[in-house]
């Protein structure tokens, strides 16, 4: 709605802002949660879970009233129930660029803890995940500027090699710091590349099909993020947990390879006049 609602000059900045908002709640639910459950108990959660849902309901419909007509829904134009009502394909190649690091984003998500403990650094993963939110409120809404500005590679580029970079480190780590390092640098790659590539796949739509590229494009990133612990888990259980995360670097590189080959707008003179 956020998106629909944005000009098509500041839709990059749009999406950033709205991932900013996402990585705020991330980071600040677990310890709320905590506090929670602490003083009042497990009920409590639920409770303020309940009560934000509902919060979440009035303000969309009073945010409602401010998005133009025109990006505010259709009725299907198109044949219901057929593949084309559901996923436009034209989100799908950015969506499947992000879909291989998520892979290894994934990995990191679901056995960090058993990997930090293995090499005593469970103090430093604690704060893993806060460092990764934090850098992700900050880089997103910049990095949006900047891709408005000056196109999506400028960013996404940058992005891709930041996520292999902050596996890399991770997997590398022999120190808190070297972990913590890896945790900011996969929240500036793989945190920006989810909100650039969303601006990206509207970008190749018109007004009227935006929700239909947000949904093609996190089809196939949340289908990384599912997929992650069985695709790689087996990598962990045979060669170990840093070898999980080094196939995870190699995921981003070849993300990179086909961003550059397929996707760059400056690659091979594809440069297009951004809006």
Known sequence: MT??????????????????GLALAS????????????????????????????????????????????ARGR?????????????TVKALPIGFVTFLP?????????YLTTYAAERDLARAAGFYFLLYAAVIMVARPLAGIIQDRHGHDIVIIPAIISAGLGLGLTAWAGNGAALLAGGGFLGLGYGTLISAGQAMAISRVGPLDVGLAVGSFYLLVDSG??????????????????????????????????????????????????P
């Open 3 to 20: 998106l629909a609602a944005a000009p098509r000059s500041r839709q990059a900045e749009a999406s950033g802002w709205f991932g900013a």
């Open 27 to 70: 980071g600040l639910g677990p310890g709320v949660a905590t506090i929670l459950m602490r003083t009042y108990g497990y009920d409590a959660i639920f409770l303020l879970g309940f009560v934000l849902s509902f919060a979440t309901v009035a303000f969309t419909w009073v945010m409602l009233l401010e998005v133009p007509k025109r």
């Open 75 to 87: 009725r299907f134009l198109k044949p219901p129930f057929t593949p084309s009502a559901f996923v």
């Open 102 to 110: 998520a892979l290894g984003f994934a990995s990191v998500l679901t």
């Open 225 to 274: 993020t599912g997929a992650g612990p069985i695709v790689l888990g087996p990598v962990a259980e045979h060669f170990g947990y840093a070898a999980m995360l080094w196939v995870g670097v190699g995921l981003s590189a070849v993300a990179l390879v086909i961003y550059l080959a397929g996707i760059s707008e400056c690659i091979a003179g594809r440069r297009r006049a951004h």
